[in-house]
């Protein structure tokens, strides 16, 4: 009987892998009705996802729960994300930290990093800067790359997700350390982490000061889309720093950074159109930008637009 329902859950398995939902969907549902964890985790997702049927998300609370009950970690993850985001019921923090907990103590490196930022940020459970670290680093430990990360802002005391202040529970600053888990996590792809990397070396913290590795860190941040990456190369790209100076691809880069809201991105590039530095002179698009950027309170863009037309107004 047990290796019957182990053939039909690997097929179940492989179908789903394939897109196969459908299929899916068929050796998932008796398997499910007779409480087989891994069935019901997966079936639960399915109805989340809405894969091989209506998107439901009652019917994926109902087979999560069940699956968690029975100690599934990813069912328990799965199920304590959604607490937390609110997808498909009210937020409850608490039954969150409690479903990360059960899931981290099963080892599964997610509910680990999440317990971490639980922790951090005092959501469920009252803020612990420290037993964050101690979770962050099980991850860490299984290669999680989001832990790395974390575990490089709380060593650098860049603490934006839980309010806190390096060294206010036991977290001393090491800028050693942040630098050594922001590489790790640089260099498993976490844009974040490369736009950090790249701080570490532009400001010699932790590192030997080099122009030219900040530059190639918020390079690699900013191909992955990461504004604060775009915004910083276009500077080094504007001023000739670790990089040779090129106009243009400061402009580009300050583009990218514009188009995705950087007000501070928005102003520079509108002065580099007002000045035709690195593109054509473009005094109405110069305007354009200083107001956008203007709408999002930059002071810059409002005294650049009052000494244009004596204007504040981003209108």
């Known amino acids: 009987m047990k290796f019957l329902t182990s053939l039909k859950l690997n097929r179940a398995i492989a179908a789903y892998r394939k897109g196969d939902y459908d299929k899916a969907i068929r050796f998932l549902r008796p398997l499910a009705d007779d409480d087989e964890p891994i069935a019901q985790h997966l079936l639960g997702v399915c109805h989340a996802n809405g894969q091989?049927?209506?998107?439901?998300k009652t019917e994926a609370i109902k087979w999560l729960t069940r699956a968690a009950e029975l100690g599934n970690d990813r069912a328990q993850g799965y199920l304590a994300w959604m607490y937390e985001t609110g997808y498909g019921m009210p937020v409850d923090f608490?039954?969150?930290?409690?479903?990360y907990r059960a899931a981290a103590e099963q080892s599964l490196a997610g509910a680990q990093c999440d317990l971490g930022r639980m922790y951090l940020a005092g959501h469920g459970?009252?803020?612990?800067?420290?037993l964050a670290l101690e979770w962050f680093?099980?991850?860490?430990a299984q290669d999680n790359v989001v832990a790395k990360r974390h575990l490089g802002n709380l060593y650098s005391g860049d603490l934006a997700s839980g309010d806190l202040v390096s060294g206010d529970q036991g977290i001393d600053r090491n800028w050693e350390e942040a630098a050594r888990w922001n590489r790790e996590a640089a260099e498993q792809g976490?844009?974040?982490?490369q736009f950090n990397l790249g701080q570490f070396y532009f400001y010699g913290r932790g590192v030997q000061q080099s122009n030219e590795l900040a530059a190639k860190y918020y390079q690699q941040g900013a191909n992955s889309g990461f504004v604060r990456a775009q915004s910083m190369l276009a500077y080094m790209y504007e001023y000739g720093l670790g990089v040779p100076q090129d106009l243009k691809q400061a402009v580009r880069w300050y583009q990218e950074a514009a188009e995705q809201g950087d007000d501070e991105c928005q102003f520079r590039l509108g002065r580099l159109y007002e000045q035709g530095a690195g593109s054509e002179e473009d005094k109405k698009k110069a305007i354009e930008l200083y107001?956008?950027?203007a709408a999002r309170g930059n002071v810059g863009a409002r005294d650049r637009l009052r000494e244009l037309d004596g204007?504040?107004?981003?209108n």
Request: hydrophobic content about 40%; charged content about 20%.
């Open 52 to 56: 091989g049927v209506a998107q439901d």
């Open 94 to 99: 608490s039954k969150a930290f409690l479903l």
């Open 125 to 130: 459970v009252s803020k612990n800067a420290a």
């Open 137 to 140: 680093k099980r991850a860490a």
């Open 190 to 193: 976490d844009s974040y982490a």
């Open 291 to 293: 107001r956008q950027a």
């Open 311 to 314: 204007s504040t107004h981003p």
